[in-house]
């Protein structure tokens, strides 16, 4: 679906979801020093392409928050109860954008601790992810696919590629368990780790070629 194709009343909902995205995030950066705001709407243009889910996309710009300096942290949690004009946030997110909307955005905040952004909780991911709705999952699948495309970068140590190495097996991992929710956007999510992690092989191969030339 292109936006171009949605009713009237789902666009602007979608407008104004990346209108308080843009509010929340203006002038943060994600860990991979990437736009918070590009982060968000990149994420929610994938699962309205390749997910055809305008409510998933309209959460995927509400969701999740960016702390600076810190991991991430939901600006929808109830540790922030109280929206701009002293009601509930999450009272607030299901008004202004329906209930389809505000039960993703509960569903990807119930993460558990240490949850979706750490490779060593994968295996907890997985298990947690297994139960929220397809919705949900597409907006994880596409998440996963973002983060793979803001961590193509130039490998200068055998550190950085094998870390890259474990990032890509971790998520391969989730990915594959969520695959049924968008097998669209689970293709383009392997294919971008794919070529990461090729990238990370092809840099630890040379480097094992120098140390064997130099022996």
């Known amino acids: 679906m292109l936006y171009r194709d949605m009713d009237s009343s789902v666009a602007g909902r979608l407008e104004l979801a990346r209108a308080y995205a843009r509010q929340w995030h203006s002038g943060v950066l994600v860990p991979v020093n990437v736009s918070a705001v590009t982060y968000v709407t990149d994420i929610s243009d994938k ?3 390749f997910g055809n889910n305008p409510d998933a996309a309209i959460a995927a710009c509400l969701y999740k928050g960016v702390v600076p300096n810190t991991s991430y942290r939901s600006l929808l949690n ?3 109860q109280e929206a701009g004009d002293g009601s509930n946030a999450m009272d607030a997110v299901r008004y202004y954008f329906g ?15 240490g949850g979706p952004g750490a490779v060593v909780s994968c295996t907890r991911t997985i298990e ?4 929220l709705s397809k919705p949900s999952q597409m907006v994880l699948l596409a998440e996963k696919w973002e983060n793979f495309e803001n961590r193509r ?3 200068d140590d055998a550190d950085t590629a094998r870390r890259l190495m474990a990032y890509c097996i971790s998520r391969f991992r989730i990915i594959g368990a969520l695959r049924e929710a968008s097998p669209d ?3 383009g ?3 971008t780790g794919h070529q990461l992690a090729d ?12 140390q064997r030339a130099r022996a």
């Open 47 to 49: 699962v309205l392409r």
């Open 78 to 80: 109830p540790q922030m």
């Open 99 to 113: 209930g389809r909307v505000g039960g993703i955005v509960a569903e990807l905040n119930s993460a558990p601790p």
């Open 128 to 131: 947690w992810s297994r139960y």
């Open 153 to 155: 970068q130039e490998i």
């Open 185 to 187: 956007l689970a293709e």
């Open 189 to 191: 999510a392997m294919r």
């Open 199 to 210: 990238q990370a092989e092809a840099y630890l191969q040379d480097a094992r070629d120098a």
